[in-house]
């Protein structure tokens, strides 16, 4: 054996050896075997509440697609902003997803010293689904209908509270909207996420809210709270017999939450990419289809499950709520 193919020899054995090793940069690392373990979806408000039902959905069926176990954790308060700062700052590996839904973009905005930039800090994945609200009360509310409701609502020397989950949060921009409308005012009395709401609701102790059909569904068909209206402009499969809020006179309460998965900023793309798949993979999967479908919601199309489609509607809501939460002047902090 001559110098020349020891040299060779030895170098395809240092080669050998070098495939063999785990790669110790971050962003390789996880480019070449992602993933490896377990993922976990922050889901910034409480749990078994809108969000928290769509990330468990997803997370088992994007957890069969992946191959690892997808959980959840709760990291609730500040209209979600606690939960989007722990992404922010999490480590850019794929290993750490915020569920974010509309409040993500609305959250510059309304909070001025918000510790991060929701255009620099994360990376988008995909848009999930577009879920409709409605807008229900305590079962012993004296109303029948919407215009009994609002009949109510706007009685003299009414006193009415309204509950949301956070500033910036669906069940926030909601009760806004609808206060801006009636002209009337309302105590909002705000909470972790909007599935202590419900309890409140049923317990008699709150009046009203305005929320995700992720969560409202069951309670609604279980009269365990009292439905006036959905923010859509036809009727729901789910609740066939609940009027829109334009048939109940109410033309401009229409509202749908937008929801998007977001990785800490400098992920790599094959990682993102690979994360992408997996919840397109999760979208067309036949429990999710349906479950959402009982819930009263769909999920977004493939070619919106991207991360370009959800970057595209990030800065246009970002663009869209800054003047309207600057005009009206109400900020958070
Ligand atoms: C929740 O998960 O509790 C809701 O999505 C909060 C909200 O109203 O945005």
Known sequence: MNIRSIATRLAGGLAAVLLSLPVSLPGAQAQGRFPDRTITIIVPFAAGGPTDVVARQLGEAM??????????????????????????QARSDGYTLLLGNIGVATAPSLYRNLPYDVLKSFDTVGLITPVPMTLVARPNIP???LPELVAWLKRPGAEVNIGHAGLGSASHLCATLLRSLLQTPMTPIAFRGTAPIMTELMAGRLDLTCDQTTNTVPYIQDNRVRAFATTTDQRLAALPNLPTAAEGGLPGLTVTVWHGFYVPAGTPRPVIDRLSQALRTALADEKVVTRFAELATTPEPADRATPEAHRALLEAEVARWRPIIQSAGEYAD
């Open 143 to 145: 109303a029948a209908n």
């Open 63 to 88: 957890g069969r697609d992946l191959g690892v176990s997808v959980v959840s954790e709760n990291v609730t308060g500040a209209g979600g902003t606690i939960g989007g700062q722990r992404v922010a």
